[in-house]
C-alpha cells in the first residue's frame, strides 16, 4: 500500500481523529490549527531530547523541524513533542551523575506516555547525549510503532595551539593541574576551545557509540549517525527520516522485525570494532530486554571477544567521529565487517532493506587509515573485553582499546572508597600507591543509586601521568571517555552484599583481559565469613525519583532495567 493511502482503521490514532464520538478530540486539533486532511492522516510523534543543558542537546529542536517537513511531505501529520536529557558531561564528578543513568528510564518512559497518551501511529526520535540514545531506542521497541532513530551528530574537535582536543583533555587537565604540569590559565585557555561546536563529544565515547549501534541495529538511515551536528547534510537525512517513516507504516516494518538476536549482535560487533564505550553492555541488555529478548553482558561479551578492533578512534586512538564520517563513515567500518564475517547481513533496516543491501555499493576508501580492513586489524579482540570470576560472578566488563598486551593484566593489592568522592580524594591528593587496585564501590544501580560514571577519578590519574601505575574496579560505571585498566559493572554490586562489598585494604585483586577473569585471593570460606558478617549501607535516596529508582531497578548484567519488559507483554502498544 502507498504511504499516501494508509488506511488508518488499524492505527492507534483511529482512537483519536476517527468517528463521531472523537469530535471533542478532533476540536483540540483543529485548535492547533490542523486541517480536516492532516487530522485523517497518520499521526506521527517526532521526540527530541533538546534542552539547553549542552551542546549535544542544542541542535536537536532546527532538525526536529526538518524531520516535520519530511513527515508532511509524505502526507503524514507530525506532532512534535521534547523530553529530557541529564548530560554527563555536565553531571559528571558529583552527585548530579547519579541522576544520568536513571534519565534513560524516564526518557523511554515518557516517550511510551506520550505515544500511549496521545495514539500517535509512528515516531521519530531524535537524541544527542549518552543515554538519551539508548532511552529513545528502548521506547521505539517497547512501543513497536514504526520508528526511525536520529542521532543529533557529534560535536567538532576543539583547537589548542595547534592541536585537536575533546573534552577527554580537559578532565585529564585537571590532573595536570593538581601536580603542577599545567598552569591555571592554560586551563582557561583550553576550556574556552575545547568545545567549539553543537554536537555530542566526538570521540568513540557512549554517545558515538550509540550513534553507530543505531546504524549497526537498523532504526537508522545508513550514513545518518556519523555527520556531526554543524552539518547541514544532517537536516537531509531528517527530512529524508520523516518521508522513510510514512513508508514504514505503510509497509508495517516495526522495531521489532528488526531489532532482532542478530540485530543485537551485530550492533555488539560495531562496538567492539570501534573500541566502544563499556556502557554499550549496559544498553543493548536494556534494549533486548524492551523486545523480550534474553541478551545479556555475557552475551554483550562473547561477541566482543571474537570481534576484531579495526577503528582507530579516540579516546584509545587517534581520530574523532567526524573524521571516520569524512572517510566513509559508520558503512565503511560495517562493510568491512560483513564482507570478512563478523557481520549478520540478512537482518532488516528501517530502509526496508537489509544490511547486506545498505551496503552493496559501498566502496572500500584505501587512502585513509581511520578504519582498517577486519582482516588487518589494530588487535585481533574487540576493544572492550568481559570479566567474569570470585569477584565478579554475574560479570565485568573493561575497555582495552588502545592498550598493549601486557597492560591487559594486573595485580595488586587492593584499597576501597566507598563512593567516588572518596577515591578522588586520594587521587587529587596523591595519597594512593602506584602498584594498587582502586576499589570504588556502593555506585552501583541501587547502591548508588543510579551506578555513576567515574571519569573524574580516571580522567585525573591520567592527568597526573599515572593511569598505567594502577587499576580501577567498580560497581559502578566509567564514561566512554576513559582509558587505562578501569573495569566497570562489576556485579553483583556491593549493596546487595555482592564480593567487591566485601573487599579489605590490602586483598590481593588479580585482573586478566586477555583471560577474561577478574579474582580475588580469598577463599570461598573466608568470602563466606566475612558476608555473614556484612549490613547493608543506605544512601541519601530516600524520596524522590532516585528512591523509586532504586526500588525497582535490575542488575548490570541484564542492563539495569526496571520493567518486566517484553518477554512478560500480553499486548503491545502498537496493536491498540
Same mark, same amino acid.
Not at 551485530?266 to 567492539?272: G, I, L, P, R
Not at 590481593?508 to 580469598?522: F, N, R
Not at 547493608?536 to 529508582?549: D, E, F, M
Given at each position: 500500500?502507498?504511504?499516501?493511502?494508509?488506511?488508518?482503521?488499524?492505527?492507534?490514532?483511529?482512537?483519536?481523529?476517527?468517528?463521531?464520538?472523537?469530535?471533542?478530540?478532533?476540536?483540540?486539533?483543529?485548535?492547533?490549527?490542523?486541517?480536516?486532511?492532516?487530522?485523517?492522516?497518520?499521526?506521527?510523534?517526532?521526540?527530541?531530547?533538546?534542552?539547553?543543558?549542552?551542546?549535544?542537546?542544542?541542535?536537536?529542536?532546527?532538525?526536529?523541524?526538518?524531520?516535520?517537513?519530511?513527515?508532511?511531505?509524505?502526507?503524514?501529520?507530525?506532532?512534535?513533542?521534547?523530553?529530557?536529557?541529564?548530560?554527563?558531561?555536565?553531571?559528571?564528578?558529583?552527585?548530579?551523575?547519579?541522576?544520568?543513568?536513571?534519565?534513560?528510564?524516564?526518557?523511554?518512559?515518557?516517550?511510551?506516555?506520550?505515544?500511549?497518551?496521545?495514539?500517535?501511529?509512528?515516531?521519530?526520535?531524535?537524541?544527542?547525549?549518552?543515554?538519551?540514545?539508548?532511552?529513545?531506542?528502548?521506547?521505539?521497541?517497547?512501543?513497536?510503532?514504526?520508528?526511525?532513530?536520529?542521532?543529533?551528530?557529534?560535536?567538532?574537535?576543539?583547537?589548542?595551539?595547534?592541536?585537536?582536543?575533546?573534552?577527554?583533555?580537559?578532565?585529564?587537565?585537571?590532573?595536570?593541574?593538581?601536580?603542577?604540569?599545567?598552569?591555571?590559565?592554560?586551563?582557561?585557555?583550553?576550556?574556552?576551545?575545547?568545545?567549539?561546536?553543537?554536537?555530542?563529544?566526538?570521540?568513540?565515547?557512549?554517545?558515538?557509540?550509540?550513534?553507530?549501534?543505531?546504524?549497526?541495529?537498523?532504526?537508522?538511515?545508513?550514513?545518518?549517525?556519523?555527520?556531526?551536528?554543524?552539518?547541514?547534510?544532517?537536516?537531509?537525512?531528517?527530512?529524508?527520516?520523516?518521508?522513510?517513516?510514512?513508508?514504514?507504516?505503510?509497509?508495517?516494518?516495526?522495531?521489532?522485525?528488526?531489532?532482532?538476536?542478530?540485530?543485537?549482535?551485530?550492533?555488539?560487533?560495531?562496538?567492539?570494532?570501534?573500541?566502544?564505550?563499556?556502557?554499550?553492555?549496559?544498553?543493548?541488555?536494556?534494549?533486548?530486554?524492551?523486545?523480550?529478548?534474553?541478551?545479556?553482558? !555475557? *552475551?554483550?561479551? &562473547?561477541?566482543?571477544?571474537?570481534?576484531?578492533?579495526?577503528?582507530?578512534? #579516540? @579516546? %584509545?586512538?587517534?581520530? $574523532?567521529?567526524?573524521?571516520?564520517?569524512?572517510?566513509?563513515?559508520?558503512?565503511?567500518?560495517?562493510?568491512?565487517?560483513?564482507?570478512?564475517?563478523?557481520?549478520?547481513?540478512?537482518?532488516?533496516?528501517?530502509?526496508?532493506?537489509?544490511?547486506?543491501?545498505?551496503?552493496?555499493?559501498?566502496?572500500?576508501?584505501?587512502?585513509?587509515?581511520?578504519?582498517?580492513?577486519?582482516?588487518?586489524?589494530?588487535?585481533?579482540?574487540?576493544?572492550?573485553?568481559?570479566?567474569?570470576?570470585?569477584?565478579?560472578?554475574?560479570?565485568?566488563?573493561?575497555?582495552?582499546?588502545?592498550?598493549?598486551?601486557?597492560?591487559?593484566?594486573?595485580?595488586?593489592?587492593?584499597?576501597? !572508597? *566507598?563512593?567516588? &568522592?572518596?577515591?578522588?580524594?586520594?587521587?587529587?591528593?596523591?595519597?594512593? #600507591? @602506584? %602498584?594498587?587496585?582502586? $576499589?570504588?564501590?556502593?555506585?552501583?544501580?541501587?547502591?548508588?543509586?543510579?551506578?555513576?560514571?567515574?571519569?573524574?577519578?580516571?580522567?585525573?590519574?591520567?592527568?597526573?601521568?599515572?593511569?598505567?601505575?594502577?587499576?580501577?574496579?567498580?560497581?559502578?560505571?566509567?564514561?566512554?571517555?576513559?582509558?587505562?585498566?578501569?573495569?566497570?559493572?562489576?556485579?553483583?554490586?556491593?549493596?546487595?552484599?555482592?564480593?567487591?562489598?566485601?573487599?579489605?585494604?590490602?586483598?590481593?585483586?588479580?585482573?586478566?583481559?586477555?583471560?577474561?577473569?577478574?579474582?580475588?585471593?580469598?577463599?570461598?570460606?573466608?568470602?563466606?565469613?566475612?558476608?555473614?558478617?556484612?549490613?547493608?549501607?543506605?544512601?541519601?535516596?530516600?524520596?524522590?525519583?532516585?528512591?523509586?529508582?532504586?526500588?525497582?531497578? %535490575?542488575?548490570?548484567?541484564?542492563?539495569?532495567?526496571?520493567?518486566?519488559?517484553?518477554?512478560?507483554?500480553?499486548?503491545?502498544?502498537?496493536?491498540?
Amino acid at each position: 500500500m502507498d504511504a499516501r493511502q494508509t488506511d488508518k482503521s488499524k492505527l492507534p490514532s483511529r482512537h483519536v481523529t476517527e468517528g463521531p464520538e472523537r469530535a471533542p478530540h478532533r476540536s483540540y486539533l483543529y485548535a492547533m490549527g490542523l486541517t480536516t486532511e492532516q487530522i485523517h492522516q497518520p499521526l506521527v510523534g517526532v521526540a527530541s531530547c533538546w534542552n539547553e543543558a549542552a551542546p549535544c542537546n542544542i541542535s536537536l529542536m532546527r532538525q526536529a523541524q526538518a524531520v516535520k517537513k519530511g513527515v508532511a511531505a509524505a502526507k503524514g501529520t507530525p506532532r512534535e513533542f521534547c523530553t529530557i536529557t541529564v548530560t554527563d558531561g555536565i553531571a559528571m564528578g558529583h552527585g548530579g551523575m547519579r541522576a544520568s543513568l536513571p534519565s534513560r528510564e524516564v526518557i523511554a518512559d515518557s516517550v511510551e506516555l506520550t505515544i500511549r497518551g496521545h495514539s500517535y501511529d509512528a515516531l521519530v526520535g531524535l537524541a544527542g547525549c549518552d543515554k538519551s540514545l539508548p532511552g529513545m531506542m528502548m521506547a521505539m521497541v517497547r512501543l513497536n510503532v514504526p520508528s526511525i532513530f536520529i542521532y543529533g551528530g557529534s560535536i567538532l574537535p576543539g583547537s589548542f595551539r595547534g592541536r585537536p582536543v575533546t573534552v577527554q583533555d580537559l578532565f585529564e587537565a585537571v590532573g595536570k593541574v593538581a601536580v603542577g604540569d599545567m598552569s591555571l590559565d592554560d586551563l582557561d585557555e583550553l576550556e574556552r576551545v575545547a568545545c567549539p561546536s553543537a554536537g555530542a563529544c566526538g570521540a568513540q565515547f557512549t554517545a558515538n557509540t550509540m550513534a553507530t549501534v543505531s546504524e549497526a541495529i537498523g532504526l537508522a538511515l545508513p550514513y545518518s549517525a556519523g555527520a556531526p551536528a554543524p552539518y547541514e547534510i544532517r537536516d537531509q537525512f531528517c527530512a529524508a527520516a520523516g518521508e522513510k517513516v510514512m513508508e514504514l507504516i505503510a509497509k508495517n516494518i516495526r522495531p521489532r522485525d528488526i531489532v532482532t538476536r542478530k540485530a543485537l549482535e551485530n550492533a555488539a560487533a560495531t562496538v567492539a570494532a570501534s573500541g566502544g564505550s563499556t556502557n554499550a553492555a549496559l544498553h543493548l541488555p536494556a534494549i533486548a530486554h524492551e523486545c523480550g529478548i534474553e541478551f545479556t553482558l !555475557f *552475551d554483550v561479551a &562473547e561477541i566482543f571477544r571474537k570481534t576484531p578492533y579495526i577503528a582507530d578512534l #579516540k @579516546p %584509545g586512538g587517534r581520530y $574523532v567521529a567526524k573524521d571516520m564520517f569524512e572517510v566513509g563513515g559508520i558503512p565503511l567500518l560495517m562493510k568491512t565487517l560483513l564482507d570478512h564475517g563478523y557481520l549478520h547481513g540478512d537482518c532488516l533496516t528501517v530502509t526496508g532493506r537489509t544490511i547486506a543491501e545498505n551496503l552493496a555499493k559501498v566502496a572500500w576508501n584505501p587512502d585513509q587509515d581511520v578504519v582498517r580492513p577486519a582482516d588487518r586489524p589494530i588487535t585481533v579482540t574487540g576493544g572492550v573485553v568481559g570479566l567474569r570470576g570470585n569477584l565478579a560472578p554475574e560479570g565485568a566488563i573493561v575497555k582495552v582499546a588502545g592498550m598493549s598486551a601486557e597492560k591487559q593484566m594486573f595485580t595488586g593489592p587492593a584499597r576501597v !572508597f *566507598d563512593g567516588e &568522592e572518596a577515591c578522588f580524594e586520594a587521587v587529587q591528593n596523591r595519597t594512593y #600507591k @602506584p %602498584g594498587e587496585v582502586l $576499589v570504588i564501590r556502593y555506585e552501583g544501580p541501587k547502591g548508588g543509586p543510579g551506578m555513576r560514571e567515574m571519569l573524574s577519578t580516571t580522567a585525573a590519574l591520567y592527568g597526573q601521568g599515572m593511569g598505567d601505575t594502577v587499576a580501577l574496579i567498580t560497581d559502578g560505571r566509567f564514561s566512554g571517555a576513559t582509558r587505562g585498566f578501569c573495569v566497570g559493572h562489576v556485579g553483583p554490586e556491593a549493596a546487595i552484599g555482592g564480593p567487591i562489598g566485601l573487599l579489605r585494604d590490602g586483598d590481593m585483586i588479580t585482573l586478566d583481559a586477555i583471560k577474561g577473569t577478574l579474582d580475588v585471593a580469598l577463599s570461598d570460606e573466608e568470602l563466606a565469613q566475612r558476608r555473614s558478617e556484612w549490613t547493608p549501607r543506605g544512601n541519601t535516596a530516600t524520596s524522590g525519583y532516585l528512591w523509586k529508582y532504586a526500588q525497582t531497578v %535490575g542488575p548490570a548484567v541484564n542492563g539495569a532495567v526496571t520493567h518486566p519488559g517484553g518477554a512478560q507483554e500480553t499486548h503491545i502498544y502498537a496493536d491498540i
